[in-house]
């Protein structure tokens, strides 16, 4: 099994930045792939971006030119850096994690994220 752990969620007026962290403890070697998800109010959860293990990332329009994703294996963390934040990029993130071993993604708790107008 995997576990997730989601922190750096907040309260952030618009144009500001955030920082999430998501660190994974368990079956580590069994993942091939982490990403962050979001789920507004009434909406979905939806795919903000990916990182592959050998490095490739893929983001969603939306978020494209302002969120980066990255990952420290030595830490065993996925980061998510949020800049040029909007109203709409409101909602709870979750970190989840794909395990070629398990055939099955792992989520997080979950960290809110606000961006007031």
């Known amino acids: 099994q995997v576990q997730l752990v989601e922190s750096g969620g907040g309260l952030v007026q618009t144009g500001g930045s955030l920082t999430l962290s998501c660190a994974a403890s368990?079956?580590?070697?069994?993942?091939?792939?982490l990403a962050w998800y979001r789920q507004a109010p009434g909406n979905g959860r939806e795919l903000v971006a990916s990182i592959a293990t050998g490095g490739s990332t893929n983001y969603a329009d939306s978020v494209k030119g302002r969120f980066t994703i990255s990952r420290d294996n030595t830490k065993n963390t996925v980061y998510l850096q949020m800049n040029s934040l909007k109203p709409e990029d409101t909602a709870v993130y979750y970190c989840?994690?794909?395990?070629?071993?398990?055939?099955?993604?792992?989520w997080g708790q979950g960290t809110q994220v606000t961006v007031s107008s």
């Open positions: 989840n994690a794909f395990s070629i071993i398990f055939a099955r993604g792992f």
């Open positions: 368990g079956s580590i070697v069994s993942i091939n792939r």
